[in-house]
């Protein structure tokens, strides 16, 4: 195929995939607000923050309180829920972030709702955009015009839709990580480690990464500026914050019970099952692997490709731990596998330690497979809805839940694997000369 046959091809699947998944979480959502009457709420992750910070800096309030839940409530499904309802949403809401995000967020909250949640979709675009962008830049590959394609491109695949249809934070972190990687890759350490410090609005998604560089600076010299900046901010953050609400950690603390009870959360996956238990162990196991990684190239500039590896590991770990389910989060896998794209072509990461070119592949279905999916249950639910009121909600439901679940996880396992084997054959060469683009 020809190189501008071959882009005709990229564009239409890019366009067919979009649509395809756009479609069908229309579908889906239509369903589910018919289904339990919420069609007048917003369903947007961000109005429980946006609401939180109100009460917290223009009201002088608790956005723990359990008062706060039917005002959360009322703005996300539009009504407050009622416990005798047998097809309410089985999730509460609540603001459960730690309180720091409110100095993050709060230009926005100044504005009515809409306004705020438009410009929100709007900040997701560019955050998605720009972090990776930038992640590329560091990389040297491929060429500016395809570099912003490929960025841009982050925003129609599946987690970037359902980032910026549900107003999802994680797309913050996603740019504050990105950009702090950048930063230290162009050694302004100390501002590394403040946009490391302002990630853990999410803390679960953040740590690993954190903790891999933290080990990182702390082998001496310029570097530990980073440590520096990191603890300076969260030190700031939490004095400013228990300031602003004294004892808010506690209050949060009470909150995350409920919100990994009702998500499915550690509390959940630790709970019941045998199954359960060793599926968490594995999962910690693979995070002390990742940090071993981490130890072993900790001598290393952060261009050299095994500390590229080792943040590649950090946020496939990441995923795999956090719900990866939750299809916003898989936004986290796009710099690894970006980064195994570039490696796989040769240019710039040319290294005797090539991995097998059969992972190309694999990169390409991790990011086709989801569009031909949704494209294949966007044609079973527009066949189910034309007879709509022969439509079995929970026929419906599971088959969402368990494809999705299905996909998802099946590409997180295979990112895995193909990391483990490419990551065990770089590192049993011992180090090597690869670097990530000129300035590294």
Same mark, same amino acid.
């Given at each position: 195929m020809s190189r501008p046959r071959g882009l005709v091809a990229i564009v239409i699947l890019g366009v067919l995939g979009t649509i395809a998944i756009w479609t069908t979480n229309s579908l889906y959502g239509d369903i589910f607000r018919q289904y339990t009457n919420t069609q007048a709420g917003t369903y947007s992750d961000f109005s429980q923050r946006w609401l939180g910070t109100r009460v917290?800096?223009?009201?002088?309030?608790?956005?723990?309180?359990?008062?706060m839940e039917p005002r959360i409530q009322l703005l996300y499904y539009g009504h407050v829920l009622q416990a005798d309802d047998p097809h309410r949403p089985s999730d509460?809401?609540?603001?459960?972030?730690?309180?720091?995000?409110?100095?993050?967020?709060?230009?926005?909250?100044?504005?009515?709702?809409?306004l705020a949640a438009a410009l929100f979709k709007l900040l997701a675009v560019l955050l998605l955009t720009a972090g990776t962008y930038a992640y590329l830049t560091m990389l040297g590959w491929p060429g500016p015009g395809a570099r912003l394609v490929l960025a841009g491109g982050c925003v129609v695949t599946l987690a970037g839709q359902a980032i910026v249809r549900n107003d999802q934070l994680t797309v913050v972190v996603y740019g504050l990580l990105l950009a702090a990687v950048y930063a230290a890759w162009k050694q302004y350490f100390a501002v590394a480690g403040v946009l490391l410090a302002l990630a853990w609005i999410k803390p679960q998604l953040a740590l690993l990464l954190t903790v891999g560089l933290v080990l990182w600076a702390g082998t001496g010299g310029a570097r530990r500026r980073l440590l520096a900046g990191a603890a300076g901010t969260a030190v700031l953050l939490l004095v400013s914050t228990e300031w602003l609400l004294p004892g808010w950690i506690g209050a949060w603390g009470g909150t995350l019970g409920n919100y990994a009870a009702t998500t499915s959360g550690f509390q959940g996956l630790a709970s019941y099952?045998?199954?359960?238990?060793?599926?968490?162990?594995?999962?910690?196991?693979?995070?002390?692997?990742?940090?071993?990684i981490w130890w072993r190239v900790r001598q290393a500039p952060l261009g050299d490709l095994r500390v590229q590896v080792a943040i590649a590991m950090s946020l496939v770990v990441t995923t795999a731990v956090q719900q990866p389910w939750y299809t916003y989060n898989l936004v986290l896998l796009y710099p690894p596998l970006l980064l195994l794209v570039a490696h796989l072509t040769g240019?710039?990461? @040319?290294?005797? !330690?090539?991995?097998?070119?059969?992972?190309?592949?694999?990169?390409? $279905?991790? /990011? #086709? *497979?989801?569009?031909?999916?949704?494209?294949?249950?966007?044609?079973?639910?527009?066949?189910?809805l034309v007879p709509a009121q022969g439509l079995a909600w929970p026929s419906f439901a599971g088959?969402?839940?368990?494809?999705?679940?299905?996909?998802?996880? @099946?590409?997180? !396992?295979?990112?895995?694997f193909?990391?483990?084997?490419?990551?065990? $054959?770089? /590192? #049993? *060469?011992?180090p090597a000369a690869n670097n990530v683009a000129a300035g590294a």
């Open positions: 917290a800096l223009l009201e002088g309030g608790n956005p723990y309180s359990p008062a509460p809401q609540a603001f459960d972030y730690p309180l720091y995000l409110v100095w993050l967020i709060w230009p926005l909250a100044l504005l009515p709702f809409p099952r045998l199954i359960d238990w060793i599926g968490l162990a594995l999962r910690g196991g693979l995070g002390l692997a990742t940090l071993a240019r710039p990461l @040319a290294s005797p !330690l090539v991995p097998p070119r059969g992972l190309g592949w694999i990169a390409v $279905t991790v /990011f #086709a *497979a989801p569009w031909v999916v949704y494209t294949l249950l966007a044609g079973a639910y527009l066949v189910q088959l969402v839940l368990v494809t999705e679940r299905v996909v998802i996880n @099946a590409t997180i !396992l295979t990112l895995l193909a990391y483990v084997a490419w990551s065990a $054959t770089l /590192f #049993a *060469a011992g």
